[in-house]
């Protein structure tokens, strides 16, 4: 089973930050937080991860609470493009180890 | 665009019958996982082959299987289908060396329809 828990639905306007949140309150010490998104009928695609601190790249922000028990992806201006499932995973070794997917939420950018 | 690919875009087959999907890594990953994914659910994982040899499998019975070739395309082979075997499979390429890079690439996926 999932060990994340993610609303299931949201919307965004067009422009606007993208706040996905992700609770996961049994993550282990050495647990990094992953985050994919799957834009309709293609594979996942990975967004970013991280294990303690917060951490940026081109597509996105990942803030982890000090307590590491929720994370929140944020999206700085959201496009339509960007309407997609988004999953929350947490995991040792992403490259190494499997990915346990829950449901994630749908993300839907309004015009 | 990952650099993984897999075939065939979409199947059709019948209960009982037996199915192969393909799927060529990114180059310079020797790392594979197949995934099946039903219909509103997260992908689950399958089974995950490095170098050459299985590497870990979740809870799929045994008629799922896999191979890895040496240039680390990969098979996953489906015998005795079940209507619930209908699903998008994916695969995954990974380099476990890599310290930039720690995650999966997916494919595009196949999609599985059992009739």
């Known amino acids: 089973d999932a060990k994340t828990t993610q609303p299931p639905s949201m919307d965004c306007a067009e422009g606007r930050a993208a706040n996905l949140p992700c609770n996961h309150s049994t993550i282990s010490g050495n647990e990094y937080v992953y985050w994919y998104r799957q834009i309709h009928s293609q594979g996942p695609q990975y967004i970013i991860h991280g294990l303690k601190n917060n951490e940026t790249n081109e597509m996105a922000s990942l803030i982890i609470t000090e307590d590491r028990k929720s994370s929140t992806l944020i999206l700085p201006h959201a496009t339509l493009r960007d309407t997609a499932v988004y999953y929350c995973i947490v995991g040792y070794g992403g490259a190494t180890n499997k990915l346990i997917f829950g449901t994630g939420t749908l993300l839907a950018v309004q015009p | 665009e990952t650099g993984v690919t897999q075939s065939p875009t979409h199947l059709i087959k019948t209960r009982g019958q037996q199915v192969t999907l393909r799927c060529s890594s990114q180059s310079g990953h020797n790392t594979v996982s197949w995934y099946q994914q039903a219909l509103g659910q997260g992908p689950q994982f399958i089974f995950q082959y490095y170098r050459e040899e299985e590497n870990g499998r979740g809870n799929f019975p045994p008629r799922f299987s896999g191979l890895q070739f040496p240039n680390y395309s990969s098979e996953l082979n489906v015998n005795a289908l079940e209507l619930d075997d209908s699903a998008l499979y994916l695969c995954?390429?990974?380099?476990?060396?890599?310290?930039?890079?720690?995650?999966?690439?997916f494919g595009p996926g196949t999609r599985l329809t059992v009739l």
């Open positions: 995954a390429s990974s380099d476990p060396i890599s310290q930039s890079t720690d995650t999966q690439y």
